[in-house]
């Protein structure tokens, strides 16, 4: 008997010997049926910092974690983490970073998020849309790649939907292409550079809410320091919103995310801290 293609990466998956899968499938494939083994996650209207990691690790928040938080995350990173699991969003900080330090407090918000998907139990998550995932979400996959993660991840590439430039989504595929967590039931090579897809569930809430929404994930961004996905968030909503309806502290926080300048202490800090 013929296996079908959902059985086919079904069983791909699930014998994969590395905890990351990456897939390029068409979208047919990921049935209903092929969905029922796993967690469901779709990261195409999630606009959260590393997505989809710090939304699956509060899912699973405890204790536990909130004290490995204090014993492992870097001291200056605690409170970020904790006041996002407990509340949703991350308190401000008020110490300024050196300029020079940054490349450095981002890797260690990559590490403190792979060390707590570490201490999360067993289960298959499959990310749907992952050609949405920012360069920051995908450095996070290649140190899951390596970690002692109990749980398997199913990344899949499925489809077009994006509006941003997926240059580093493309170079990520290109190299994986040649490992052995790979699979890719494409009839064709379909490019997933710049695309127009809406956000539409956004802007299905009343307005006051569609302002919190933006609010709390341009500022999540902000403080954990996810700055490629924060400055194409921020260029997208300023596209999309009606500024002119939007309030000052909407329109404020979107103009903070486009100084992208770090060749001066006021333009990194402007970035990363303005309120």
């Known amino acids: 008997m013929f296996e079908t293609q959902w059985e086919i990466v079904q069983k791909f998956v699930l014998t994969c010997k590395s905890p990351v899968c990456i897939l390029r499938v068409p979208d047919s494939v990921i049935t209903d049926e092929f969905k029922k083994d796993f967690c469901v996650v779709d990261v195409s209207e999630d606009f959260s910092p590393f997505k989809p990691f710090l939304s699956i690790i509060s899912q699973n928040i405890n204790e536990k974690l909130l004290d490995f938080v204090e014993k492992k995350a870097y001291s200056v990173q605690k409170d970020s983490f904790v006041s996002l699991f407990k509340n949703g969003i991350a ?65 899949c590439f499925t489809s077009e939907k994006n509006d941003l430039d997926r240059t580093e989504a493309s170079r990520f595929l290109e190299e994986y292409s040649v490992k052995h967590n790979y699979l890719h039931l494409m009839a064709k090579f379909v490019s997933i550079a710049k695309d127009k897809t809406e956000y539409k569930l956004i802007f299905d809430l009343p307005q006051d809410e569609q302002h919190k929404v933006i609010l709390k994930n341009l500022r999540n961004n902000r403080i954990f320091m996810v700055l490629e996905q924060l400055k194409d968030f921020a260029l997208w909503i300023s596209a999309k919103l009606n500024i002119s309806t939007a309030s000052s502290h909407v329109c404020r926080n979107c103009n903070s995310a486009f100084c992208t300048g770090f060749g001066n202490n006021h333009c990194f800090t402007r970035m990363i801290f303005c309120i």
């Open 91 to 155: 308190d401000e900080r008020y110490d300024i970073p050196l300029e020079n330090e940054l490349v450095y407090e981002q890797n260690r918000f990559i590490r403190t998020i792979a060390e707590l998907l570490e201490q999360l139990p067993e289960k298959n998550y499959l990310i749907l849309n992952s050609q949405c995932l920012s360069k920051e979400s995908l450095q996070v996959i290649k140190i899951l790649e390596k970690s002692n993660v109990k749980s398997r991840f199913a990344f």
